[in-house]
Structures are given as structure tokens and as C-alpha cells.
């Protein structure tokens, strides 16, 4: 797989190579109606369902976002923004999850509507 190629919030570019052993690859906007629970799971300091050893990722389209918005909606997320995510991975529109396992493989993706739903998809990924 190819590494994750785009910008960070401010401007300055990122490229990550997906190598740890989960990464959680969130594609979100912030003009989505549907992805506003999810950036405002994203954003919560509490309890996340998620397992603990995932590395999460919001990915937002870098065409499309106001950077200001995007900064204010990840309060803290780790978020990269690139068209080319969005093309490599096929995804048409968000909110679209997609777990990869040591930047090899795709182990699950689908659309979800909250951290529960991927944490459930996560689970039943994994222990298959």
C-alpha cells in the first residue's frame, strides 16, 4: 500500500507509511452531515469504544475543506488532509472508515455513523 500522502491542518506536509500495527483511517468532511457525530466522537477527551492500540486518522479532502474548519471540528484529532487518500482508497464521500493492518492490507471499510459502529466493525475484524 501506498503511504499516506497529504498536508496537516496548517499547511505543512505529512506523509504517513501506515506501518504500525493498526491504523484507523477516518474520511470525514466537515460540510457532511453525517460526519458530524463522528468529528464530535473524534474531539471527546473521554472514553473512545475503539481499542487502544489503533493509530486514528481523520482524512479530510484538502480541495474541499476551509482549514480553519477543519482545525476547529478536530479539536485534537490527528488529521491529514488529501485528494489522494480519497482516490487510493476509493471513497466517494464520507463518513467512510477503513482499517489497514501494517500498511499491508485492508481488513475492513464501510460507511459508519458513529465510534460505536466502527468499534463493533473493528472487533469482528479483528477477531476473524
Known sequence: MRPLVGVT???EPIVHRLAEPW??????ST??????ELWDDCAE??????????????VTRRADEDPAAVLER?????VVMSDEAWEDYGVHSGPF????????????????????QIA?????ARTT
Open 9 to 11: 491542518v496548517v499547511g
Open 23 to 28: 491504523t484507523l483511517l477516518m474520511f470525514l
Open 31 to 36: 460540510t457532511c452531515e453525517g460526519c458530524q
Open 45 to 58: 477527551l473521554g472514553a473512545s469504544p475503539l481499542p487502544g492500540d489503533l493509530v486514528r486518522l481523520v
Open 74 to 78: 478536530a479539536r485534537g484529532a490527528t
Open 97 to 116: 472508515f477503513v482499517l489497514v493492518q501494517r500498511g499491508e492490507r485492508i481488513v475492513t471499510e464501510g460507511v459508519a455513523w458513529s465510534l460505536d
Open 120 to 124: 463493533a466493525a473493528v472487533t469482528a
